[in-house]
């Protein structure tokens, strides 16, 4: 199982731009499909954004033209940058991964929090 930190968080005004990160643990980090997912106050955790280990990507449409997920296997790390920020994106962000792409996603670690406001 895949153990992630995740970092980048901070408070941007809208329309800015905060690249987040998530350090992963795993040998084989490379076979992973990994999500970002995030969980706004009173909401369910919900995935924005999920790439496979054959580099396919999907979005929510909710971020779509505006998120950009990618990895770097040698660093074992997954990116998500994020532009146009609105202040409904303001949430805690987590990453997470399984194996194979049909799996369960594994446990959850602490997130970093995005705060979107002027």
């Known amino acids: 199982q895949v153990q992630f930190v995740e970092s980048g968080g901070d408070l941007v005004q809208p329309g800015g731009s905060l690249r987040l990160s998530c350090v992963g643990s795993?040998?084989?980090?490379?076979?992973?499909?990994v999500g970002w997912h995030r969980q706004a106050p009173g909401n369910q955790r919900e995935l924005v954004a999920v790439?496979?280990?054959?580099?396919?990507?999907n979005y929510a449409d909710s971020v779509k033209g505006r998120f950009t997920i990618s990895r770097d296997n040698a660093k074992k790390t997954v990116y998500l940058q994020m532009n146009s920020l609105k202040p409904e994106d303001t949430a805690v962000y987590y990453c997470?991964?399984?194996?194979?792409?049909?799996?369960?996603?594994?446990?959850w670690g602490r997130g970093t929090q995005v705060t979107v406001s002027s």
């Open positions: 997470n991964a399984k194996y194979p792409v049909t799996a369960s996603w594994g446990s």
């Open positions: 795993a040998s084989l980090f490379s076979m992973y499909t």
């Open positions: 790439i496979t280990s054959g580099d396919s990507i």
